[in-house]
């Protein structure tokens, strides 16, 4: 392990130099790694194991046609190495659980008669495991439990390991039956792609994931774009002054350089009026809106989140309102002016 000092904190953290692939595929040489579900995390961590040399097959219900037939499209072969979910945890020894929340309270039953003793049980998400009490995944004691959750959608997991660089992940053994099981979960870590990989334990990966996700990752971004998009909007300013400035300088210019360097070497290299107004305002917006995050948090902690989550993605119609919902929000003003942004880059020309 290296040990890096995280703002005066140090961690520990496995990096490739410490964990190589080709240790990573010595360990998992006698596996066979069964990826169930092909939506958003499987085909990202499943091509990028086949790319590495490491054994994989999808386990996918045929009455998702669009997700099975994106597997054959990538290469996935029917009867080979693309089954239904029964068949493909029976064949793996490492069965990864990576269909949606709500899925696998449905589909469980079916991967647990189907494990063995000394397989493994994946997550790349510690929610079915911490709230058990609402998903029904109560794994048996004889397998392995082990999480490797990827920084990034499933998308970001493929286009890094294209571009030659890793996504973060963090890692934790919830069980360990085996003896083995943090070696395999380190060693799937390194497979799927990681660029460096941070333990953490399955309860702090899902308050912390479910968190971020509606906080500043999405839930926040959005609303407060949106607040900023409106006012600029009800004060006369064009769609395309208003989202230039709320959106597509943020996207295109200066997120990028807190990515290279940071937020105050953003700042520094933004005029001094940018400066002066980011660094007075930044404190007001924290203010208001740590409220909002703490009931964030205990919303989360309570299981509140996982209730609203479950009930949701259960009903029959749920997709029939999520597209309601999403269509909202791609025909408003604001991301419709940014269809017509998106155009005009030199590149779409």
């Known amino acids: 392990m290296a040990k890096i000092n995280f703002g005066g904190v140090v961690e520990d953290v496995i990096t490739v130099q410490e964990f190589s692939l080709d240790k990573a595929r010595e360990i998992l040489k006698n596996e066979v790694i069964a990826v169930i579900g092909y939506g958003v995390q499987g085909p990202g961590q499943s091509m990028n194991m086949r790319d590495n040399g490491i054994n994989v097959i999808i386990g996918q219900s045929k009455e998702f046609k669009e997700d099975w037939d994106r597997a054959v499209k990538d290469g996935w072969v029917p009867g080979k190495t693309l089954f239904e979910i029964e068949e493909a945890t029976k064949k793996g020894t490492i069965i990864q659980m990576l269909v949606t929340d709500a899925a696998q309270k449905t589909i469980w039953p079916t991967i647990k008669k189907c494990m063995n003793p000394g397989d493994a049980l994946y997550f790349s998400h510690g929610f079915s495991i911490v709230y058990k009490d ?6 048996p004691k004889d397998v392995d439990v082990i999480l490797v959750a990827p920084k990034g959608s499933g998308t970001s997991v493929r286009r890094n390991f294209i571009a030659g660089a890793g996504i973060n992940s963090s890692y934790a053994v919830f069980q360990d039956a085996t003896g083995r099981a943090e ?8 497979a799927i ?12 990966e899902v308050h912390s994931d479910l968190v971020g996700e509606r906080g500043v990752l999405m839930g926040c971004l959005a609303g407060v774009m949106e607040a900023q998009y409106n006012v600029l909007r009800k004060n006369g300013h064009s769609p395309s002054e208003a989202f230039n400035e709320t959106v597509e300088e943020l996207t295109q210019s200066l997120i990028r350089l807190v ?7 953003m700042y520094a290299n933004c005029s001094a009026t ?16 740590a409220p909002v ?3 964030l948090y205990k919303s989360v902690l309570t299981g509140k989140e996982t209730e609203i989550v479950m009930k949701a993605n259960s009903a029959p119609d749920y997709k029939v309102k999520l597209r309601k919902e999403l269509d909202e929000i791609k025909n408003s003003e604001m991301w419709s002016a940014g269809a ?9 020309r």
Not at 274 to 289: E, I, M, S, T, Y
Not at 340 to 348: D, I, M, T
Request: glycine residues 10%; charged residues 30%; proline residues 5%.
């Open 259 to 265: 990515d290279e360097n940071g937020m105050d070497w």
């Open 293 to 295: 995050f703490e009931d």
């Open 340 to 348: 017509a942004v998106r155009k005009l880059r030199p590149a779409n």
């Open 183 to 190: 070696e395999r979960t380190l060693a799937v870590g390194i």
């Open 134 to 139: 609402q998903t029904g995944v109560i794994p």
């Open 193 to 204: 792609g990681s660029g460096y990989l941070f333990p953490t334990t399955f309860e702090n």
């Open 274 to 289: 940018a400066q002066r107004g980011a660094l007075d305002w930044r404190h007001k917006f924290r203010d208001a809106v």
